[in-house]
């Protein structure tokens, strides 16, 4: 198989640097750039067309967040995932960037093996959003207004409880056990989920589930 190909996006060279070096450790991940704001970040994803960009939230000459957005509206970038770097004071743009369509987060003090294993979770399909994370997201979603909760009209009573259970940040296995389903048939559910609401992947379904008022802050 081919290695997972990614472009680090970050102000500080050490924590590129530092970054570059725990990765390339990983024979299935490649590092194939790096950029220093948002803008140039942009180009070089243009360029390298990489699986996973670890992008970093707030850069002096660049803003993650409209790098962001940018990147995940091209439609000649499809198929590139946005992963944010963030620290703990980052809570204010977490509800704002996966709105943008970010896959998740990762602590920029991540532990080696958890920062590799996530760039492999996130380039399998899969979201970055610990049940930690997603209070956060929901804390920080509370000061954004709550849009009408008849996005959700479509869906069966079950359909809402997996929901549910996505924005509590909980997996599929969880989410089996939770409603005594089989983690085959959660992550069903969690598909036709991501198809009928045009969410592009679970990060995106934790903030449909907040603003359609099935899941508060506090709860889960």
């Known amino acids: ?14 924590v590129r640097t530092g970054l570059r070096a725990l990765l390339d450790r990983a024979p299935d991940i490649e590092v194939v750039g790096e950029a220093g704001d948002g803008g140039s970040g942009l180009a070089v994803v243009r360029e390298q067309r990489p699986d996973i960009v670890l992008m970093d939230v707030r850069m002096p000459g660049g803003d993650g967040l409209e790098a962001t957005r940018r990147i995940l509206t091209d439609p000649t970038l499809d198929g590139v995932q946005v992963v944010m770097l963030t620290t703990f004071d980052d809570d204010e743009y977490l509800f704002e960037a996966i709105r943008a369509g970010a896959a ?4 920029k003090d991540t532990p080696p093996d958890a920062l590799r294993d996530a760039v492999r979770t996130v380039a399998g399909g899969d979201a970055l959003l610990s049940p930690a994370v997603t ?7 509370a000061r954004s207004p709550v849009a009408d909760p008849g996005r ?14 996505v924005g509590a940040g909980r997996s599929n296995t969880e989410i089996g056990q939770a409603l005594f389903l089989s983690p085959d048939t959660a992550r069903t559910y969690v598909s036709r989920l991501l198809q009928k609401l ?15 008022g099935l899941v508060r802050p506090g709860e889960g």
Do not use: C, K, W
């Open 135 to 141: 209070r956060r997201v929901l804390a920080a979603a």
């Open 104 to 107: 998740g987060f990762l602590l």
């Open 198 to 212: 045009n969410a592009r992947d679970r990060a995106q379904l934790v903030v449909i589930a907040y603003e359609s």
């Open 1 to 14: 198989m081919s290695p997972i190909r990614v472009v680090l996006v970050d102000d500080q060279h050490l």
């Open 152 to 165: 959700l009209a479509g869906l069966t009573a079950r359909e809402r409880d997996v929901l549910a259970q």
